[in-house]
């Protein structure tokens, strides 16, 4: 058998969890950023094991994993993984998940949450660490139930007041807390480019050797982590957070070029 697992990260959280799962799956195979696929109307899969691995976003999947589910055309029969990284709070984000496959006529057979550090809510360092070593003995259980290729279970809530939340806090994100013109380059900024670099959806320009943000954020807040002189304001709400990015994973491994 042969597998694929596809991957969504600004922090680098899914992008680390995805290799650790690929190098323990008995179906060999490849890991690949769902963001290569931007510009294509469709996507041929053709693998017998089949992963999504992702944060969570406002207690709900990212808009980036909707739009690539929508694009799969399914050539193979594939059982299919998902792994959501998240602080603590999974929602109902692998429920939704599960319905934007059932409308491609496949089924969602395993979906773990998996608590990481946060890149917006403030994770407290020694919460951080803690899961950063816990994680890779979860990530090869995990592994272990791919394998045995277990069924019907999801982490997280289907409820309506999860559904509510997610609503809520969705529109506290996008409208409040991280609209666009909080987004902003302070005077410690260097003209690196490596937050245009990281991001996963092309959003930031360069002009006149300074970032400008466009208009299709995602609220992944890679310009923020990413940045090596710490020069991106993400407004006053946001202004003591500290910066994180996954130990493992390198401005390299992000960099879209």
């Known amino acids: 058998m042969r597998s694929k697992i596809y991957y969504f990260s600004g922090t680098g959280n899914s992008l680390a ?35 999504f691995v992702f944060p969570v ?8 994993v909707v739009s690539f589910i929508e694009k799969l055309n399914f050539i193979k029969d594939p059982y299919i993984f998902a792994v959501a990284t998240c602080n603590g709070t999974p929602g109902h984000c692998l429920f939704t998940l599960s319905k934007c496959l059932q409308k491609k006529g ?17 994770t407290p360092p020694e919460m951080e660490a803690a899961r950063l070593n816990k994680s890779e003995q979860i990530v090869a259980e995990i592994a272990r139930q791919i394998n045995a290729q277990h069924r019907n279970y999801f ?21 409040i807390l ?3 013109k909080s987004f902003a380059a ?55 957070r500290h910066q994180y990015h996954h130990p493992e994973i390198s401005v390299g491994d992000m960099d879209r070029g």
């Open 57 to 64: 976003y406002f207690m709900t999947i990212p808009a980036v």
């Open 106 to 122: 496949k089924t969602l057979s395993l979906g773990v949450a998996l608590d990481m550090p946060g890149n917006a809510i403030v």
């Open 17 to 51: 969890v995805s290799r650790k799962l690929a190098e323990s799956l008995t179906a060999k195979g490849s890991v690949v950023s769902m963001v290569q696929y931007e510009n294509y109307e469709t996507i041929d899969v053709d693998t017998e094991v089949l992963g």
């Open 186 to 240: 302070t005077h410690e900024c260097v003209g690196c480019g490596i937050c245009k670099r990281v991001c996963p959806v092309n959003n930031i320009a360069i002009n006149d050797g300074r970032p400008v943000w466009q208009d299709h954020c995602v609220r992944c807040l890679a310009c923020f982590h990413w940045c090596p002189v710490k020069a991106v304001s993400v407004g006053k709400v946001f202004s003591q």
């Open 155 to 175: 982490d997280g809530s289907d409820g309506w007041s999860s559904h509510l939340q997610s609503l809520l806090f969705s529109q506290l994100g996008k409208n």
């Open 178 to 180: 991280f609209r666009k």
